[in-house]
């Protein structure tokens, strides 16, 4: 690769947004294909933390260490676990972490004030990659194809180009997420139970979560273990049915925590699913992918935009190596291996999190966890 490679990057969220500022910091400009219309199209999601070594060290390496920590929240890192009786079983106000909370929409701000005019092309979705006889790989939208070098899939849990790599797909993981808002001024009440970060209160198999965002937002989910087909209908039912079905799973709590099902604004219903643990593909020249794309996983390691962000370091670095394939065929295993040891995390936390025997569980996680 003596040029700079035509590099297309499918999908414009945190992992693909960071390997285009990556390239192009290594002087390799690269096109974004986001099927969103535009930046603020839809509301990015809840807040994150970042990790130091891995989504921290790729805003470093992007030179965005500056404006992350201008928009970063220290402050939040605490955690709260109740029972359903609303009894406080655990409080600690995160002192002494370092995965400072950024809201999302702020993350993709910072990335996209990052790059070149003309980078993401907005509204384009991509329907198909594949590779073309003459060795280029194409990239199929809904306004047409162009060819490209390389082409990487950071188009999330439904990415188009993981076909081409792999036959596994993600499979529920027997938990559904209603996402709730609040508003820390006019849900005092929220504000209250939230402390310093987030709030977890546990029964068997169900969970009211509750985690601060910036600007004074305040972001829930009402969680509980279901059958598929069940949260399949869930997904399409109305908002008094979904405030139906919670009333009734959250039945017998505290009212101080059902009033969470009761007053929050419903934002979507999700059904958590995940790739298997471990997912790995053989290399394929001209292909390859990055984040959710290769490696979904539920939210209970808090790993996912970490990884996302790390595999973008791995990937550009690969790529502006000079080594050719090798080098990314190389980067694919790293990520690889990092996401299995997360997705086992994750696992784990989700049956802690969700589990027949209530809050105990958590309890025992987090007191091991401020203990080590
Ligand atoms: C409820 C919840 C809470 C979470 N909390 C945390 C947390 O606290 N910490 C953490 O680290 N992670 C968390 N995660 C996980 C994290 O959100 C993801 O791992 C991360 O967003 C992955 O980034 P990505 O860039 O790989 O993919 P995505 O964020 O999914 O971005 C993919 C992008 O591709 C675009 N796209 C998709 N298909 C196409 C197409 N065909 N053509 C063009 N564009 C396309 C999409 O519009 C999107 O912009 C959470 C996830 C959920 C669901």
């Known amino acids: 690769m003596a040029t700079s490679p035509r590099i297309a990057i499918i999908g414009g969220g945190p992992g693909g947004l960071m390997l285009a500022r990556l390239l192009q910091v290594a002087g390799m400009p690269a096109t974004v294909f986001e099927r969103d219309p535009h930046a603020a199209h839809r509301p ?4 994150l933390d970042l990790h130091v070594e891995t989504g921290q060290r790729a805003l470093r390496l992007g030179g965005l260490e500056a404006a992350f920590h201008a928009h ?33 929409t702020a993350l993709r701000t910072i990335l996209l ?11 384009t979705r991509v329907t198909e990659a594949r590779p073309r006889p003459d060795g280029a790989c194409e990239v199929i939208t809904d306004g047409g194809a162009a060819a490209y070098d390389i082409v990487v899939g950071a188009d999330g849990a439904g990415s188009r180009v993981r076909p081409l790599l792999s036959d596994a797909a993600p499979l529920y993981e ?17 504000d209250d139970l939230v402390g310093t970060g987030k709030m977890f209160a546990v029964g068997d198999n169900r969970a009211l979560i509750a985690q601060r965002n910036g600007h004074g937002h305040i972001r829930g989910y009402a969680a509980w273990r279901t059958p598929e087909a069940q949260a399949r209908t869930l997904v399409q039912q109305s908002a008094e049915q979904v405030r139906a079905a919670m009333l009734e799973v959250f039945d017998g709590w505290a009212p101080r925590l059902t009033d969470m099902t009761r007053q929050g604004t419903l934002l979507g219903v999700r059904m958590l699913s995940a790739l ?30 970490n990884l996302a962000l790390a595999d973008a370091a791995d990937l550009a670095e690969a790529l502006a190596s000079g080594q050719g394939w090798t080098a990314v065929a190389h980067a694919e295993t790293v990520i ?15 049956r802690t999190a969700f589990s027949p025997d209530g809050a105990a569980p958590m309890l025992q996680h987090y007191r091991a966890r401020i203990a080590g």
């Open 72 to 104: 970063a929240r220290p402050e939040d890192q605490g955690d709260r676990l109740y029972d359903p009786s609303g009894a406080l079983l655990f409080d600690h106000a995160g002192d002494g972490f370092e995965r400072p909370e950024i809201d999302r």
């Open 174 to 190: 027997g938990v559904v997420f209603v996402e709730l808002g609040f508003e820390a001024q006019t849900h005092r009440f929220v």
């Open 336 to 350: 690889a291996a990092r996401a299995k040891v997360a997705a086992e995390g994750s696992a784990e936390g989700l």
């Open 276 to 305: 298997p643990i471990g997912h790995s593909w053989t290399s394929r020249p001209g292909f390859t992918l990055l984040g959710d794309a290769a490696h979904l996983m539920s939210p209970f390691a808090g790993e996912g935009v």
């Open 113 to 123: 004030d990052s790059l070149d005019e003309g980078t993401v092309r907005w509204g």
């Open 44 to 47: 990015q999601g809840g807040s």
